[in-house]
């Protein structure tokens, strides 16, 4: 019987936070992992980002997915769909539709770093999809995927779309997709979203929105600091900085502190130091070309089925399964 089933993992996910902040702001260099933008404010703000002129990748991995969606379900078969960073679920519809067309329709697990994200998303698409079985699991896929539930009785699909996997270094990125491949059997299918590299000018535009948004999203991430871990940073003391560092081929968005500032997180017992013009970084996306998509699963035990690339060459969707 189809149902809602909703796992809350979010007190492992809250320690994991609160580790990360204490790493990550005791740097030399201060950093943090993009994933904590996504709260329930910044979800919103990425939505209203993805709307923008400038912000070319979602709108073309969900044209791809449109015209890919019925080939990709008919190729592997899949009737359980799990979702690595569900956001608001509008990819997913795509994929669910193509499988409850398809007659194979069984399960979708969306999984998380925000608990709002995963209730409203299992919620939401229980109701929608009556049929469907929906296991919403509140985690971190770099850390938590054993909570993932087992497969059904139907072929996996574990999509990691938007171009996440850019999120992540070359190294740590191969290694997150190993952990990726663990949730596949033989017959099961990764299908993975990769931004590409193109003209710097029209990926920096992306990140730097004439509207702000993109701004606003980023100095998100000190409210959730504040929020979380009863803080003080001085949220308008920060102004956004992104940039495309051509070496790496890779976007890096910053804060950067318009006046020296000292702020305490009283629940980490952690006092923080900027000085004026210090940064923090709050993401990297890395840019891929079809070979670096390719080699990167082929490092990670996974090969490449299928490479989709949009009419423009600006973003890929690769299906992969295990190496045989």
């Known amino acids: 019987m189809a149902g809602l089933d909703t796992v809350l993992e979010s007190e492992l996910a809250q320690h994991a936070f609160a580790n990360d902040v204490l790493d990550g702001l005791t740097k030399p260099f201060k950093e943090l992992p993009p994933k904590y933008l996504y709260d329930a404010r910044g979800s919103e703000l990425f939505d209203e980002i993805t709307e923008q002129p400038e912000y070319y990748p979602t709108r073309t991995e969900l044209r791809l997915l449109r015209e890919r969606a019925a080939e990709i379900v008919a190729r592997t078969g899949a009737g359980e769909l799990v979702e690595l960073g569900a956001g608001a679920s509008t990819k997913a519809r795509v994929l669910l539709d193509a499988m409850r067309a398809a007659g194979t329709l069984r399960r979708y697990v969306p999984l998380d770093v925000s608990e709002p994200v995963v209730a409203t998303a299992a919620r939401t698409l229980a ?45 740590t990125r191969r290694g997150v997709l190993a952990k990726i491949g663990s949730l596949l059997s033989d017959g099961d299918h990764l299908l993975l979203g990769a931004d590409l590299v193109k003209d710097p000018a029209v990926i920096e535009a992306a990140y730097n929105d004439a509207a702000g948004v993109t701004a606003e999203f980023n100095r998100n991430m000190l409210r959730v600091l504040n929020r979380e871990f009863d803080g003080d940073l001085p949220v308008e003391s920060f102004e956004h900085v992104a940039f495309y560092d ?28 900027f000085a004026a013009g210090e940064e923090l970084r709050t993401e990297i996306s890395a ?26 060459g600006l973003f890929a969707i690769s299906l992969s399964r295990l190496a045989a």
């Open 287 to 312: 840019k891929f070309t079809p070979a670096r998509v390719r080699g990167d699963l082929e490092a990670s035990g996974l090969q490449a089925a299928e490479l989709f690339i949009d009419a423009d």
């Open 246 to 273: 051509r070496r790496h081929e890779w976007i890096e968005m910053r804060l950067r502190a318009t006046r020296p500032c000292t702020a305490c997180l009283r629940a980490l017992d952690l006092r923080v130091e």
């Open 127 to 171: 109701a929608d999809y009556p049929e469907l079985e929906v296991a919403g699991l509140v985690a971190d896929f770099e850390r938590d995927l054993e909570h993932v539930p087992r497969a059904g009785d139907t072929t996996r699909l574990v999509a990691l779309l938007g171009g996440t996997i850019g999120n992540f270094p070359p190294g």
